[in-house]
């Protein structure tokens, strides 16, 4: 099978904030399972993306949900005019073939999927298709990371302990607010000024974390704040839009919200 399809051909940006990239590649050259820790739009997707990019390998991304099932990520029987034909998941394409497989939010999927995953994250490096009858040995250049909010945990919505524990871990906070600012001028296209205020804005969404909102603003939703912006949006209703509608749903709190960040504006 020609993994052409999940190659990435040109450079994603990725603007570094410690040593992932050194970690990510230790990780990889010895085929180790990663997880990348943080918050929604802080750049772990952006991340990987980079890497794989950056180790001229395919990326397989797959995004869990909660009626995911082990065959949306190994494969399944289909009916086809000359009968049931098996087709690769997922998942199996990248272990099979060599890909960079990246399990996007994976705790969002059923515990009894997850564990799929096991036996390719330690010394065996298999995936079983029970359905299929066949054991898959991983092709050499085979690596799985996985994305985990610690925000969203809850006791019935967690990995297992004997998930977690097979994994490196590399963490993904909000960038310091230089480094922040340069990543919103860039990928939104702004002056660094503007970005610098939609981060002090950030900021203030940041520290009512745990005081009404369950996370703070993230990054991503500055990219978008300030994209209105260059698309000729007041920054005001801009950041509405962007931030203040979609963070939560309480009056409150929006207007709490509100409060914080006229300060900034
Ligand atoms: P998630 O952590 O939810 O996977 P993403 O990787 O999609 O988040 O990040 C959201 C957006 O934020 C990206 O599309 C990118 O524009 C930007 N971003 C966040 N952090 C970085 C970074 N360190 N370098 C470059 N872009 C970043």
New binding site residues.
């Given amino acids: 099978m020609n993994l052409d399809a999940y190659k990435i051909l040109a450079e994603p940006?990725?603007?570094p904030?410690g040593d992932e990239i050194a970690v990510f590649e230790a990780a990889f050259a010895e085929r180790l399972p990663v997880m990348l820790k943080?918050p929604?739009?802080?750049?772990?997707?952006?991340?990987i993306e980079h890497m794989a990019w950056r180790l001229k390998k395919p990326l397989v991304t797959v995004a869990a949900h909660e009626d995911m099932t082990a065959s949306d990520l190994a494969g399944r029987y289909l009916l086809e005019p000359d009968g049931t034909v098996w087709h690769d998941g997922p998942l199996t394409i990248a272990v099979r073939h060599g890909a960079i497989c990246y399990l996007d939010e994976i705790v969002e999927a059923r515990q009894d999927t997850t564990v799929v995953i096991h036996p390719l994250t330690d010394t065996r490096r298999i995936l079983p298709l029970e359905k299929h009858n066949e054991i898959v040995p991983a092709h050499a250049d085979f690596q799985l990371t996985i994305?985990y909010n610690p925000g969203y945990q809850s006791a019935v919505k967690d990995l297992k302990e004997s998930t977690k524990q097979r994994f490196l871990a590399i963490d993904?906070g909000y960038?310091p607010p230089a480094v922040e600012a340069a990543?919103v001028a860039r990928?939104a296209g702004t002056d660094v000024d503007l970005a610098g205020t939609l981060v002090a804005i950030a900021e203030r969404s940041r520290n009512l974390q745990g005081h009404g909102l369950d996370e703070g603003a993230s990054?991503?939703m500055l990219?978008h704040a300030g994209r209105l912006v260059r698309a000729g949006l007041p920054l005001e209703a801009a950041v509405r839009s962007s931030i203040v509608l979609p963070i939560t749903d309480n009056h409150d709190i929006r207007e709490a919200l509100s409060a914080a960040i006229e300060a900034c504006i």
Avoid: A, D, L, M
């Fill in positions: 940006f990725y603007q904030v943080g929604t739009g802080c750049g772990k997707t952006r991340f994305s993904f960038p990543i990928e990054t991503r990219i």
